[in-house]
């Protein structure tokens, strides 16, 4: 199955803005931090569609994971 | 330390010593004091019994990393209640090393002269000034500059400050010779009903600061300026992106106000975002980080250049580019930054004038993602004072009003900004609450909502919210107080040790022995007094409310906003 994978600010360093994943069932987020060798602990935010995620949500067909560092602002 | 009186219907000026209870307050906590103790709250904003009040915080001119914010305060036009806004730039260090606790501006001139105000060392010289009424706030800042020195604080209002009109801020000159800004509530046109065009400072022989016990101050300073530095988001992603990397975090989270807040995703977000203005900047040689004044350390300001490679504007905001980007549905960042330049130079707030167009666009007097046309308003309207002009300077509420607009954005007349209340609750219940209408900065639950700092509250959610938003509220009115940046608080909220660090410098400076309560009753005794003011203003618990449009849902999440009046209510009952 595929899903959507959306990196932003540094962590698209080196890597890509946006890519379509074929991945098998049953894989978690952090299964996807790991493809992408993107150390864990640069990954602060985590959103499935939208929604806050932890890093063992199974991801389903079509879903789009979107990962950030820590970041703010205001 | 000492405050500064200036009365403009004697043209006069008074050398005060502080009273014993305003000693440990100053920023916020004591623009919103003097204003509580001094002004009529039913009177008008534009009157003579109205007051203009500057303060820097507890913290300025000290070692201490990002404390030079300055707050200005006032009855505002905008809202019709209390307002304090904060700005960087260099005067509030200036102030401080004077030993002027507050500079108090208070009556109205009998006559149609406008003048100067120039602080030094001895007290103020109040001058006529001719030669740049009518010009906006680079000119002012560039003359003034040659004219007094390269070493000299500026304090001004631009054309739209001069015509009074409710969205006109007051600009501070920063370490650069650009310009940061006192931005929301209509500041600058307390001041331009004034009749005061600039002020100038010059900090010379100033008497310093005085600080009780050195060691102890500079020991805390230490820890403090270090956790900022260690802070993922003040050590490294503020300086590398400024405020706007929050654009995709925003998109993504569905909580991005698009089109006057009809969606929360904008399908422009990428081209206009905080990676893609990075990358722009380095491109055109810009300046990607720089402070907004001396001795901050999280740099979060940034020089944008146009194609050529020239000056096009600076502290270019995450939450100006949602207004009117996102929030106007134009997906093009130059010509932000061009509406930018020109909201700065005629001293126009940039969230209330994005609210204004969003307002405008309902009323089709422009269409939606004309950015050129935003521009030409600003340009050829409100710079000029036209009678057009005069109705979009006034605001969104004001040109909702001439045009018949439903659905404005706005709660106690100012313009919500860059976070949907539906999609990020927490922040919602702040633009609800807060005394200043509606305002991020005041109890920015965006940290715990969206970027997991301070702790974690489902953004979705309705639980959990009243407190989170309570909690910063508090907080905010303390730091507030303390002149520390606001961005100071991802460190302060994540490291206990930081915050400790705060207690331990006002303690070492003033000679007091606060503890975690004390800091807290500072920040409820400012909620308290502003809340106060606005009630003798003629405001109830009706206008802390959101706009109405706020129960349609909003996509992707189909979030609506349901957070009940009663629970809102308490928000702020100490």
């Known amino acids: ?74 | 330390m000492k405050i500064y009186r200036v009365n403009m219907s004697k043209l006069s000026f008074s050398i005060e010593d502080v009273p014993e209870r305003w000693n440990t307050l100053g920023g916020r906590g004591l623009t919103s004091t003097i204003i509580s103790e001094e002004v009529d709250p039913a009177c008008n904003p534009f009157g003579s019994k109205n007051k203009l009040v500057f303060a820097p915080g507890l913290f300025a001119g000290t070692k201490a990393a990002n404390s030079g914010r300055l707050s200005v305060g006032a009855k505002s036009p905008l809202t019709g209640g209390i307002k304090e806004s904060n700005s960087g730039g260099t005067a509030a260090q200036r102030l401080a090393k004077l030993g002027v606790k507050a500079l108090i501006i208070e009556g109205m001139p009998k006559d149609d002269k406008w003048y100067t105000i120039h602080v030094h060392k001895d007290g103020v010289n109040i001058k006529e000034e001719t030669e740049l009424l009518g010009k906006g706030n680079y000119e002012v800042i560039h003359t003034i500059t040659s004219r007094y020195g390269e070493n000299t604080g500026v304090m001004t209002i631009g054309q739209a400050g001069e015509y009074k009109m409710s969205t006109a801020n007051i600009s501070v000159k920063d370490p650069k010779g650009h310009l940061r800004s006192a931005g929301r509530g209509g500041l600058g046109a307390v001041m331009g009903s004034k009749h005061i065009k600039f002020i100038s400072l010059d900090d010379n022989d100033g008497e310093g600061i005085e600080i009780k016990d050195k060691k102890k101050f500079d020991d805390a300073a230490k820890i403090f300026n270090q956790g900022l530095l260690k802070h993922p988001v003040s050590g490294e992603a503020l300086p590398k992106y400024g405020s706007n990397v929050l654009m995709n975090i925003l998109n993504e989270a569905g909580g991005l106000p698009t089109k006057n807040s009809r969606m929360g995703r904008f399908e422009g977000a990428e081209k206009i975002c905080g990676e893609t203005m990075h990358d722009t900047i380095v491109e055109r040689h810009g300046d990607t980080t720089h402070g907004c004044h001396v001795g901050c350390i999280i740099r979060c300001s940034q020089t944008y250049n146009d194609k050529d490679g020239s000056y096009l504007t600076s502290g270019f905001e995450y939450e100006t580019i949602w207004g009117f980007g996102a929030g106007c549905m134009v997906d093009d960042l130059d010509i932000i930054a061009h509406i930018d330049h020109e909201c700065d130079d005629v001293g126009i707030d940039t969230i209330d004038t994005a609210g204004t167009m969003m307002v405008a666009m309902e009323a089709e007097l422009l269409k939606w993602g004309d950015g050129e046309g935003i521009l030409n308003l600003i340009e050829s309207e409100i710079k000029s004072g036209t009678p057009l002009g005069r109705i979009l300077g006034n605001g969104p509420d004001f040109t909702g009003k001439a045009y018949g607009v439903l659905r404005v954005p706005t709660v106690k007349g100012q313009t919500m900004p860059a976070y949907d209340p539906r999609a990020v609750k927490g922040i919602g219940v702040t633009y609800a609450t807060t005394p200043m209408g509606a305002d991020h900065t005041a109890g920015y639950s965006v940290a715990a909502n969206i970027l997991k700092v301070g702790g974690s509250v489902d953004p979705l959610k309705k639980e959990g919210q009243s407190e989170l938003s309570r909690d910063l509220q508090i907080a905010t009115a303390s730091i507030d107080s303390t002149g520390l940046c606001l961005f100071v608080s991802f460190a302060v909220l994540d490291f206990d040790e930081v915050f400790i660090s705060v207690l331990d410098m006002i303690n070492a400076q003033y000679g007091v022995e606060w503890t975690k309560d004390d800091w807290n009753n500072m920040g409820e005794y400012v909620l308290t007094i502003e809340k106060e003011f606005n009630r003798k203003a003629g405001f109830t618990k009706n206008d802390d409310r959101l706009p109405e449009f706020t129960s349609e849902a909003i996509p992707p999440h189909d979030a609506v906003w349901d957070i009940s009046d009663e629970e809102l209510d308490k928000v702020l009952q100490f």
Request: glycine share 8%; net charge negative; proline share 4%.
């Open chain 1, 1 to 74: 199955m595929e899903v959507n994978v959306k990196l932003f600010a540094t962590l698209r360093d080196g890597r890509f803005k946006e890519e379509k994943a074929n991945i098998n069932e049953n894989t978690q987020v952090s299964d996807v931090i790991s493809k992408y060798n993107i150390p864990k602990e640069e990954v602060k935010i985590c959103l499935v569609n939208g929604r806050d995620a932890d890093l063992n949500q199974t991801l389903k067909n079509g879903d789009t994971l979107s990962l950030f560092p820590p970041v703010g602002g205001g």
